[in-house]
């Protein structure tokens, strides 16, 4: 099975990652599409954290 990147938010240590994960292959009814490009619009991330009520943060990441 091959790898791809993913962006990743560890929520206990505050770090978005870049880690390398197997990619899953499509189930019945599925199909697996190529993404080019993709954005994280770090406002969202931090709306997530803090709607985990584990954050204490006022600012930005």
């Known amino acids: 099975m091959a790898d791809?990147?993913?962006?990743r938010l560890h929520l206990t240590e505050r770090?978005?990652?870049?880690?390398?994960?197997?990619?899953?292959?499509?189930?019945?009814?599925?199909?697996?599409?190529?993404?080019?490009?993709?954005e994280v619009c770090l406002s969202d991330v931090q709306f997530r954290y803090v709607r985990s009520g584990r954050s204490r943060w006022s600012g930005g990441l």
């Open 15 to 38: 770090a978005l990652r870049m880690e390398s994960v197997p990619v899953p292959g499509p189930q019945n009814g599925q199909v697996r599409v190529r993404v080019e490009a993709a």
């Open 4 to 7: 791809t990147l993913a962006g």
